[in-house]
């Protein structure tokens, strides 16, 4: 049977950034991500599509071409704070020092979240359909528990300390960093 011709366009995946693009749509590309980081900040992950090409400088067509879904263009724009987060774990479980690993694995998480409001929606929540999320999420989830347990066996955390726990803290650190600073009760 003769090949079918593909419906699906040439090239990489929605979002990547392929060697072979024109240096201007390069550029477009960084533009696109900029704003949406942008934006997501201030607005959120729900922000329209729209906004984020207004402040990229560049035409709703152009967004979706090069990240056709909201979930494409949220993965590629937080990409970096998703690495910082994914090697801050690897160094925790490395850590020979367990409480030391989880400390410097919540410090690392917690400043991620309050330092971009886009972000922390993101990692709490995720979006499912860019990501393997639901594989990704159990395997933190078990990694997280054998961190917590080492921690609890060298008697530095206490015993009743559960790893659910943990996204408890990291909300109650990103909704206060939501506050606005105005209603920040002096420390």
């Not at 699906?8 to 060697?19: F, L, M, N, S, T």
């Not at 996204?167 to 920040?184: D, I, K, M, N, R």
């Amino acid at each position: 049977m003769p090949d079918q011709p593909s419906h699906k366009p040439p090239g990489p995946a929605a979002g990547e950034a392929p060697e072979e693009l024109r240096a201007d749509a390069r550029r477009n590309r960084e533009r696109v991500l900029d704003a949406a980081r942008e934006v997501f900040a201030a607005r959120g992950v729900d922000a329209p599509m729209s906004a984020v090409a207004r402040r990229a400088g560049v035409g709703v067509a152009t967004l979706y071409r090069r990240f056709p879904t909201r979930s494409a263009l949220v993965t590629a724009a937080f990409e970096d704070q998703l690495a910082v987060c994914a090697s801050a774990f690897e160094e925790a479980m490395a850590d020979p020092n367990p409480g030391h690993g989880l400390y410097t694995l919540l410090e690392k998480v917690c400043t991620a979240l309050v330092t971009d409001h886009g972000f922390e929606t993101v990692f709490m929540a995720g979006f499912p359909e860019a990501l393997d999320y639901d594989r990704e999420r159990a395997c933190a989830e078990d990694r997280l528990a054998h961190l917590v347990q080492r921690a609890r066996d060298a008697g530095q955390l206490r015993e009743d300390f559960a790893p659910a726990d943990i996204p408890l803290l990291l909300l109650a650190v990103s909704g206060l960093a939501a506050q606005p600073p105005e209603t920040a009760l002096p420390a």
